[in-house]
């Protein structure tokens, strides 16, 4: 057996019924489960390694439920700095016309590194720009970093289909044939899909937005999803632009395009969610509609506050996402949660939006929406050994008197220890095996590169 004691914890959040936690806790770790935890004195058992947790708080590993990783690498671009969505997008397709497998194994380790840094243990990522000058197996790419990083891994399989000259937003140049993007999707479910709650690695079916694909490819994939029982994703209600464009060019809001496509059901979950009726949020929690959170990005873009309380009401599962290092320009899970906070108290009131609010979006309400509560986002005995331990104890905590709301509200840290199924990924703030200085080098050059390229 594989046991691992993370004692003495200042605090441990399991997540279960509050976020006031245990105080002076121990939990023991055993074949990437939890086994035992609790208060005071650990049980007298034969363990492998040991963590002193004083000063400390122990969570369950944070969940992202939404990212571009290729993005990092056009993080603040000039030209996009200052944009909404659709000139932002205008903007940077051109650049990423020219990511190579190269760029994408690039962004793929260092946006996971910087996840994993931030206590992160389970991620999403939406690819979907494949130039055709580039190998398409980019999804595999992405697979062979998770696994070299331990970290777990939800693949969605993005794609554009409806390029300008059939009157969608990106360029001919980066999308690509239904019938390809369809036979890409089947292979890669085929080849690594493993629909085990405990899972390292699952696949999703993820239609870019409903102005890049066609509302045939929304339902083929909804017909696969079916088939298969893979989840379906999709960027959705974004902005006031996305609702004007579906009904010029379908006659209906982006709800109503789900409901016509075969989306309304509980394998969904929708990036964004922010222009939504009050009709339709109701609609949306009928069918078990997750949604991804993305507060950053929907600041930094001004596309609006999600509805997060009348979301939750109404019976969506609301996780918490990143989004693309482009319109976030960080992949900072603490960061995020404060952000969902603060966000989520200025659109609702102090009052309607709480501390465990936004840490449930960041732990059971991504599990929720990947259908795998019972495996990820709590520290219970059974639940994956999924464990972030942040050291409160420095400069930016002193003062907090609740530990906890001090997490979210003091200063975002790097995690200290990170488990992900038992394995101890981050070791003192840093990631064994994995060369920083080397990678961060790297990636800057791929980053220039892909920046010059339109001047050459």
Known sequence: MNTTLIEHADVLISMRDSCSGIHDAYIVLRDGKVHELGAGAPPDIPVESKIDARGCIVMPGLINMHHHFYQTLTRAYPTAVDSCLFPWLVALYPIWEGITTDSVRLGTSLAMAELLLSGCSTTVDHHYVFPKATDPRLIDIQIEVARELGMRFVATRGSMSRGESAGGLPPDSVVQDEGIILEDCERLIKQYHDPDPFAMIQIALAPCSPFSVSPRLLRQSADLSKKTGVLLHTHLAETTDEVDYCRRHYGCTPVELLKKTGWLCDRTWLAHGIH?????????????VGIAHCPTSNMRLA????????LLEAGCPVGLAVDGSASNDSSHMLLEIRQCLLLGRLGAGADAFSV???????????AACLRREEALGRLLPGAAADVAIFDISDIGHSGAVDPVAGLVLCAP?????LFVGGKHIVQD?????VDLTELICRHRIESARLATRLTH
């Open 276 to 288: 939504f009726s009050s009709k339709e949020i109701a609609l949306l929690g009928a069918h078990g």
């Open 303 to 310: 596309s609006g506050i999600a509805p997060v309380p009348a």
């Open 356 to 366: 465990k609010m936004a840490l449930q979006c960041a732990t059971i309400g991504g």
């Open 413 to 417: 840290a790097r995690v200290k220890h």
């Open 429 to 433: 703030g840093a990631l064994p095996g």
